[in-house]
């Protein structure tokens, strides 16, 4: 990790990143009419992620050697790596620096948005194994040179996740997000390489595919990709069944696929790689790939032998390799005695595992290793935890960069978030449990403590909210019923709408205060009825859709006009959802969007005017292998908004989790974060629950 008497940035590179940031936002029409609004939503567990990047010798003369944390404790920090000295001998020095003790490269979601800094440490020893004093302490703002490389170029509306940088030369190579391919449920992930000093950037991966988990090669000659090519992505959410690629770094041409099945490449050397696989015994399993011909610029599937490296009996995924040490590899591991996800050092020769970070923090997650040129350290990710340093970032409201100039977009730490008709008021359920507080984070009150989803604010009744009361994700027949609170009140009674409890879910009250509609599978098909909202279904109901098909998840138009819902009914029991629209009478029964085949639209809310639909889908695919995450059920979900009428539709969030369950404010909260008054609840994620620790039984 040591760089000596390496020079470090160019002036012209910082004023370069300071003139990007400064160019206008665009103003772009539509996204809620003119009045400036506010959309929330929710994403699984992301607000205590408190994500660091860390790093440990490969070798130490101590007995317990402490962790680094490298980064600065500000947001989330996560997929770093450490350029090579070739790598930073292109920048000049700065004026009164002296020479850096460590580089390193890393995605941060600071400030709202995906950006990719590099970092410089100064004045500190170097990161020499068994130096003490250094593994005792934690790099400052003082000695710390920070530099925006991409993801500040907010023009033309433009939002974009960045991912899994690499430097080359004057070249940043990195996934990003800001490219629509122009069709339902196709990823906008694509690798892009950015000259730093012009600011001039090309995409590598061609038009109308997509690429994951780029890894340059030690020469900077070629780059590897898990890609799913021309078959696209058929909606995976474990593997993604990619194959890798390779292309040359400078412009993308002879791309060439060289390995069937296969993920999260890792360089040797030119002619060598690492990746991952789901075996057919069910391990994830680390794999070796061997190439003839590259010394004469050719690559195929033919010239590449592999062989299984690592042994069924464990989980071993996201390797990371060393051309300076060719006899071991870093790979995350899951094994049958442990919760969580760990680092370990893998020999190739003796064929044993060290284990780095499991000794240190058992009971953490450890994500995605990369290791130092010289070898000599390894990097990864996790959470800092309590007393981990920085600030909590355990975020009530987090304020994320919205592509529309006249809405603010918010993630709240709670799941079925809705506004009161004032605005002033937030509704969100967490597991179990009702909540409320005010819009600006504050006044939080606990409403219920049994399980419950959804919420819904009364446009008449000031303090009147519904929700669902039973489990989630459950079978029509299911004990789920609608009950109507009013959190005003001190008793915090709450009044049963629906009868029998065969999953009556998702209420939404008529602008008018005097209808609820709801889904049911009273009939043995989830189906969309509508009861009284002061009396409930003892008055009678009537029974909105019909059919051997799934209609769920409806909200009510401000006009009154129109009921927005999710169905399958061109397919059902498909798992496919596409948005439909219906007058309240029945009639008019329109498909309003629809992603690809297969795909998913759910949880329509419309904005305080009606002209627009805030919903989540997997419109945009998978933006990253969801195994370099932590759990989501679904990580492909972001956040859309339509036209009511489907003839407009604009991308708001990028990121590889699962955004969901939009609500839209009538007012417009002021961007900012507000952090949980309690310290909030840092590192409570799961790893992927799809990591079976006995697989195939």
Sequence with gaps: MKTPNRRSFSCILIILNFLLSSLPLFQSTGGGGGAATSIAFATLGRSSYAFDIYALPTTTTTASPKEIRLTDGNSVNYNGYFPSSSSLSVFPLLPNQPDPTTYFIYVTERNGSSQIYLDALYGTLPLKTGSRSMLESFPSKSNRLQVLLVGDEQRNGRVSMKDKPSLVGRSLIYVSTHEDPGKPRASWAAVFSTELATGLTRRLTPSGLADFSPAVSPSGIWTAVASHGEKGWDGDVQELGTDIYVFFTRDGSNRVKVIEHGGWPSWVDDSTLYFHRRCEDGWWSIFRASFNNTEKGELGSDSVVTQRVTPPGLHAFTPAASNANKSFIAVATRRPDSEFRHIELYDVDSKNFIELTRPIAPNTHHFNPFISPDSSWIGYHKCRGVGGGGGSNDLLLENVRSPLPNVSLFRVD?????????????????????????????????????????????????????????????????????????????????????????????????????RVVFRSGRTGHKNLYIM???????????????????????????????????????????????????????????????????????????????????????????????ISNPHHFQPYGDIFVIKSDGSWIRRLTHNSYEDGTPTWSPKSMKPGNVEWPNGGSKCSFDDCHWLNISPNQ
Excluded at 465 to 480: H, M, N
Excluded at 537 to 555: F, I, R, V
Excluded at 573 to 587: A, C, R, V, Y
Aim: hydrophobic share 30%; net charge negative; proline share 8%.
């Design 414 to 514: 709670g799941s079925f978030p809705s506004y009161s008709p004032d605005g002033e008021r937030i509704a969100y359920v967490k597991f179990p449990g009702l909540y409320v507080m005010n819009s600006n984070g504050s006044g939080i009150r606990v409403v219920s403590t049994r399980t419950a989803f959804s919420t819904a604010w009364d446009w008449k009744r000031k303090g009147v909210v519904y929700t669902s009361v039973g489990p989630t994700f459950a079978s029509e027949s299911t004990k789920v019923d609608i009950v109507s609170i009013n959190v005003d009140d001190e008793d915090l009674s709450y009044k049963k709408l629906t009868l029998g409890g065969e999953n009556n879910a998702f209420p939404s009250p008529s602008p008018d205060g005097k």
């Design 532 to 626: 009284d909202a002061l009396t409930g279904e003892k008055d009678g109901l009537y029974q909105l859709t019909k059919g051997p098909w799934s209609d769920t998840m409806p909200n009510w138009s401000p006009n009154g006009e129109w009921i927005a819902f999710s169905s399958d009914r061109e397919n059902p029991g498909s798992g496919g959802f596409e948005l439909f629209k219906i007058h309240p009478n029945g009639t008019g029964l329109q498909k309003v969007i629809q992603s690809g085949s297969g795909g998913r639209t759910n949880h329509p809310w419309f904005s305080p005017d009606g002209k627009y639909i805030v919903l989540t889908s997997d419109y945009a695919g998978v933006s990253a292998e969801p």
